[in-house]
């Protein structure tokens, strides 16, 4: 059999540090690069006769996921003890949930921008929504660091409020799972939940796949991936592991489940261990922490919940008239959506200034490698300059050269350095007469404009713009000599 005919099934465990000033049942801070095992207590690191307190923030911020990903909050929920040994446990049990989970059910909607680059053009599935089986919260364990003859570990991440997301098996290839992590991550950055940097630790994603020939509705032996650093990590090692697993099921092969590691810099998959099912872990209800009653948690977060980037995009559409390319990409970014409204307000054309913000400052950031946070000029002034432009004041060449100088001296106002460069509004008697010059010397396109084509009056718009010395504003040049040839 060929690799076209066997289906591929994913599911991911997508762990998230959740953006809170103290731990899950203690109040060390959570903070990011401090020296290690400095931020610790009793509590975090488990010794005996220390006592858990909830965290009643992080139980309302994993609501509040729930509630942006359409899930349902159980009226009780409680926390439960998953018993297993290792160095970054030392209690030898992690507090998390099992049975009553604080979210259940929900879906995370594919954004067409999120899915890779080279994929975008030819997506299998637009507009999917990826089911979710459950979130639940629980403590985050400690880091180890291993060497290569000894490991060190870190305990300051121990005890963070971890918010565990598990998707169903409902993803049907690398390019779905990866535009579902980047699409994931914007929803929680929207909903101000976590910074969800997976460089510093705060998002980590655990794989489950499986292969099985086409007509076979039972799904295969499910295969875990570990150590998966990136979104683009990922992409690549579901791609070698489902060539892998297509391969041995072709050489007649037992797939067994277990647990494989991924190696990025040699490109492929290694077995770890054969995988634990739950009952290996003994859940049992923790019995220091009482059931939680949800519903005024439920009540509070639903009061303000934030707009979501699909809602934003339509509204872009309809408010602004931009596309929905240009609405996706604006959405795309909480603080550059905000830039953008904050630049749009009360101009002539929302639409145009979408496109400076698109075309001419993020690709000014891109370069610099700023943030949208970073940006030197404000909001307000990228609108100002747009109006310039509409107004006639200065020509779209013009405004380029003023927004250079803009980016130097952010403090300054546009039309101030507009008027400092000398790009004052050319004589519209003047500008009438090159109109008129330029359609006597070009008599074969001014016919052509009168015939009712369009395009040929800008090859007239471009002689009036070399006669004028780049002065005048070529959008209202090309409707003079369309009103002068029309009439």
Known sequence: MAKEDYIATIGLEVHVQLKTQSKMFCGCPVKFAEPPNTLTCPTCLGLPGALPVLNGGAIERTILAGQLLGCETPEVVKWDRKNYFYP????????????????????????????????????????????????????????????????????NRAGTPLMEIVSEPDIDSPEEAFAYLNSLRQILIYGDLSDADMEKGQMRC???????????????????????????????????????????????????????????????????????????????????LLPVRTAVMVAKVQINLPELPHTKVARFESDYDITHYDASVLASERALADFYEAAAKGVKSPKKVANWVINNLLAFLNEQSLTIDECPVAPEKIGVLVDLVEAGTISNNQAKEVFAALLETPDEEPAAIAKAKGFEPADAGEIDSFIDQAIEANSGPAQEVRDGNDKAANFLTGQVMKLSRGKANPKVVTETILQKLRS
């Open 88 to 155: 970054d446990m030392p209690k030898n049990y992690q507090i998390s949930q099992f049975d009553l989970p604080l979210c259940l059910g929900g879906g995370v909607p594919l954004y067409d921008l999120a899915y890779p680059k080279d994929a975008q053009k030819d997506i299998a599935n637009p507009g999917k929504v990826v089911k979710l089986t459950r979130i639940h919260l629980e403590e985050d364990v400690a880091k180890s660091t291993h060497h290569s003859t000894f490991t060190t570990i870190d305990f």
């Open 206 to 288: 655990d794989v489950n796949v499986s292969v099985r020939p086409k007509g076979q509705e039972e799904l295969g032996v499910k295969i875990e991936l570990k150590n998966l650093n990136s979104v683009s990590a990922v992409r690549r090692s579901l791609h070698y592991e489902i060539a892998r697993q297509i391969e041995a099921c072709e050489n007649g092969e037992t797939l067994i489940q277990s647990t494989r590691r991924w190696d990025d810099d040699l490109g492929e998959t290694s077995e770890m261990r054969t995988k634990e099912a739950a009952h290996d872990y003994r859940y049992f209800p923790d019995p220091d």
